[in-house]
């Protein structure tokens, strides 16, 4: 793409003026190493298709990238999760797909790796979208950019299942393992990084999410991963003195196998 003024122009009043406002704080040096430019193009491309209107605020910023709030062109929010093209990122991405056969013929290039560690993130919440499992909505995935439905309410971001008092934790208890069934008899999936920091609440509804490293059920470790996802689950209800045994739990999730 030729870089021309216009192109310019509109950068900096939808991403870069974001960025700017902050340039007195920490997250500056943050924000340098997510807005690289490659990163720009991508957004400024979802702009000019109307994905996304502007880039509102940073939600979150996780180990490998952030996650921001988008408002769309009628006024909707969406959120978009953005893959931190660091060396940091890629050696934590590495522990993962090292000897997982869908990256076998990868190589070292360290953009592609992410590209599709991001595609892999995108395949899987489309999985489970699919499967009829409450997961963000995926809406579409750019290299090492992910759009999704936001969670919240009236452009607040939801909290997290930890952050929150249930009202009727049974209820949602038995939300979560009902998804877990599904993603495991539908989707063929296991999270796999199941804990109530990837839960959100919208309401009292709980939306599961960060699906990247779910593995499929033919993966040489869905077994163990499985079973941590459980106690996690089991361990976080059990403060609402739920009486859980895990194999039971297993066993509604696996479909009684
Ligand atoms: N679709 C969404 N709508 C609203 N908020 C979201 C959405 N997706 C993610 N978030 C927020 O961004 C945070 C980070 O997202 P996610 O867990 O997917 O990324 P991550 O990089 O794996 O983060 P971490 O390393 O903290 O697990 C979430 O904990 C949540 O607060
Ligand atoms: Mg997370």
């Not at 793409?1 to 500056?28: C, H, I, Q």
């Not at 993962?96 to 892999?120: C, L, P, S, V």
């Not at 509804?205 to 990247?212: M, Q, R």
């Not at 941590?228 to 739990?249: G, I, Q, S």
Request: aromatic residues 10%; charged residues 30%; neutral net charge.
């Amino acid at each position: 793409m030729r870089v021309d003024d216009k192109f310019l122009r509109e950068l900096e009043s939808k991403v870069l003026a974001y960025r700017n406002r902050d340039k007195d704080s920490g997250d500056r040096k943050t924000y340098d190493e997510v807005f690289d430019r490659d990163t720009l193009m991508l957004l400024y491309d979802l702009m000019t298709n109307e994905v996304i209107d502007e880039l509102d605020f940073p939600i979150a910023t996780g180990k490998e990238g952030n996650v921001f709030r988008a408002t769309t062109h009628s006024d909707n929010f969406l959120a978009v999760k953005i893959y931190r093209m660091s060396n940091a990122t890629f050696n934590n991405i590495q522990k993962y797909i090292a000897g997982d056969e869908r990256f076998r013929n990868m190589g070292k290039n360290r953009r592609r790796i992410i590209h599709t560690w991001a595609q892999k993130e995108y395949r899987n919440l489309e999985r489970m979208y699919a499967a009829g499992i409450r997961v963000p909505k995926p809406i579409v995935c750019t290299k090492n950019i992910i759009v999704m439905e936001f969670i919240g309410a009236d452009g607040t971001p939801a909290l997290h299942l930890r952050q929150v008092e249930l009202e009727d934790p049974q209820t949602v208890y038995e939300q979560l393992l009902e998804n877990m069934r599904l993603i495991h008899c539908e989707a063929k999936l296991v999270h796999a990084d199941f804990s109530e920091y990837n839960v959100l609440m919208l309401g009292q509804e709980p939306v599961i999410i960060d699906v990247g490293q779910a593995v499929l059920l033919t993966h040489p470790n869905a077994f163990e991963f499985l079973q941590r996802d459980v106690k996690n689950l089991a361990r976080y209800f059990r403060k609402y003195d739920l009486t859980l045994d895990e194999k039971d739990m297993m066993k509604t999730i696996t479909g009684g196998k």
